[in-house]
């Protein structure tokens, strides 16, 4: 780490510009996530023409700004009106929204700032420090290992499945099902895409909406008053949420660093980091059938790693260029914009590294706005909770619409989220498992592109997953023991808990 570059860089921070684009960057980033439909993918591309006259350092921070302010945004929606502003906040509505119902409101979106705060300021500390490293891991990490990720993700089905295991692989697979629509990733044949408005598949934000939003407002149609069911105070406190988070620090710590690490393979991105960080923090209490009925500690997980994911993200983006998700996507296409090239130049002193720095320490920073807006706007977010659901449901429906309809312009996508909607609907009525079927949506594409490609590589060989011998590949048969760990652990233990039984051990 070069001192007078960090210090240089503190300096150019420092500047009243600087901290004005910084603070501008993170409100818009929140109003922007909390909008169902939007996202900062969209809300990054629609201010990237406007940063044209701008300096590349202070373009780059307010698209960063953007970025990490929407990570948290998302999850105001998902704890008010139980639709995630952004699919990484997904998870947040399974336990965020239950204790809205409760009139624990302002309590659950203080959790969510205070996680998403103290995991995003870890998470960018420990890149600062340990970005060297970092960036050797993800140079192991190859297209074999990002094909295991996903069915590392899929195997999560078991564990975040509550109920019958047998709805909850149904929906995984019909999840799944919705991936094969459209041009496959790699050979373009089209499958069930006669019609060019499929060509480019069904829209996985499009189905998000449908099964979130639309879902859910058909269910609050027939409610009468506010979305709390009933006369509901908006209970707990800020202070309360912002202690509760506090005296978990293990869980932030453990769910940034999920967020950090499946953020820095490309093409996982925020959703699913979300996902797998949620199913950890069930996995690993001692009250797992809490989970989706209002505890905290799902709110703090899903928050912790969204957050942490942004940090994450940035190591392949700005290291190789290569988008860690959508999101850094645009953002690569900021720093080519200001004639800056991704690539090992961000991290020589005689390159961009002061930009590199300028950019981290305005995360930091960022994440010190996002809890001090958090905690001192969050009993005023919390009276949405009040709003009559005869304004809620034609704002959230006409904006679901509009956002879904502005991100690929294509008229397929108004019937993907009305047909969502209806199913989303029913699979709640009749005890289908959701979260298992928004997991086969987002890691079906990712999954078989990947696959394709190892198998590629490998001329057809199967073993370029589990011979580290032959490939070289130590990390691959490590993925896949942890999955066989995940798929056939419960099954071990209770074997081995029955022939305890039986001979009266």
């Not at 502005?406 to 959701?434: E, H, K, W």
Request: proline letters at 5%; charged letters at 10%; one cysteine or more.
């Amino acid at each position: 780490m070069s001192v007078e570059t960090l210090l240089g860089a503190i300096d150019v921070l420092l500047t009243a510009e600087t901290l004005f684009w910084i603070v501008t960057g993170i409100l818009v980033g929140i109003l922007v996530g909390a909008l169902p439909g939007l996202g900062p993918p969209l809300g990054m591309a629609i201010i990237l023409p406007l940063t044209l006259p701008m300096t590349p350092e202070n373009a780059i921070i307010l698209l960063i700004g953007v970025y990490s302010g929407s990570m948290y945004g998302g999850s105001i929606a998902a704890v008010l009106i139980n639709t995630p502003g952004v699919s990484s906040s997904a998870a947040t509505m399974f336990d965020g929204y239950p204790m809205s119902k409760q009139g624990k409101a302002a309590t659950a979106l203080s959790i969510s700032a205070t996680a998403s705060a103290v995991a995003g300021f870890f998470t960018i500390t420990a890149l600062i420090l340990f970005s060297p490293v970092l960036i050797e891991m993800v140079l192991r990490v190859g297209t074999p290992e990002r094909f295991l990720v996903a069915i590392l993700g899929l195997a999560m089905i078991t564990v975040v499945t509550r109920g019958s295991i047998a709805k909850g692989l149904l929906a995984g697979a019909a999840g799944l099902l919705v991936t094969t629509v459209g041009a496959a990733p790699m050979t373009l044949d089209r499958r069930y895409a006669e019609s060019l408005l499929l060509y480019d598949g069904i829209d996985f934000v499009a189905v998000l909406i449908g099964l979130f939003a639309i879902a859910e407002m058909m269910k609050l149609a027939g409610q009468e008053g506010g979305i709390a069911e009933g006369a509901v105070e908006i209970g707990g406190n800020v202070r309360e949420g912002a202690i509760e988070t506090l005296r978990h620090p293990v869980m932030l710590i453990k769910s940034g660093l999920i967020g950090m690490g499946v953020g820095a393979i490309p093409g996982a991105g925020a959703t699913v980091s979300n996902f797998v960080a949620y199913s950890e923090a069930v996995r690993s209490s001692d009250d797992p059938d809490s989970f989706g009925s209002g505890n905290p500690l799902g709110v703090m997980a899903s928050e912790a790693s969204n957050n942490g994911t942004v940090a994450g993200s940035l190591v392949p983006a700005i290291s190789f260029g290569i988008p860690g998700s959508s999101s850094t996507a645009v953002l690569i296409g900021g720093l080519l914009m200001h004639g800056l090239r991704p690539g090992p130049s961000m991290f020589e002193a005689d390159g961009e590294l002061m930009l590199t720095y300028t950019m981290l320490l305005a995360l930091l920073v960022g994440n010190v706005i996002i809890l001090a807006f958090g905690l001192t706007m969050v009993t005023r977010l919390g009276y949405l909770t009040k709003i009559d659901t005869n304004y809620i449901i034609p704002m959230v429906v006409v904006l679901s619409f509009l956002g879904t309809y502005a991100l690929r312009v294509n008229p397929i996508d108004i019937v993907t989220i009305i047909v969502f909607g209806v199913i989303g609907f029913y699979m709640v009525r009749y005890n289908y498992s959701v979260i298992a079927f928004v997991l086969g949506v987002v890691l079906g594409d990712i999954a078989e592109e990947n696959l394709y490609r190892s198998l590629q590589l490998s001329d057809g060989d199967w073993a370029i997953f589990v011979n580290p011998f032959e490939y070289g590949r130590w990390l691959s048969p490590i993925l896949v023991a942890v999955i066989c760990a995940i798929l056939f652990g419960p099954f071990l233990k209770g074997w081995v808990d029955d022939r305890r039984s039986s001979t009266g051990e």
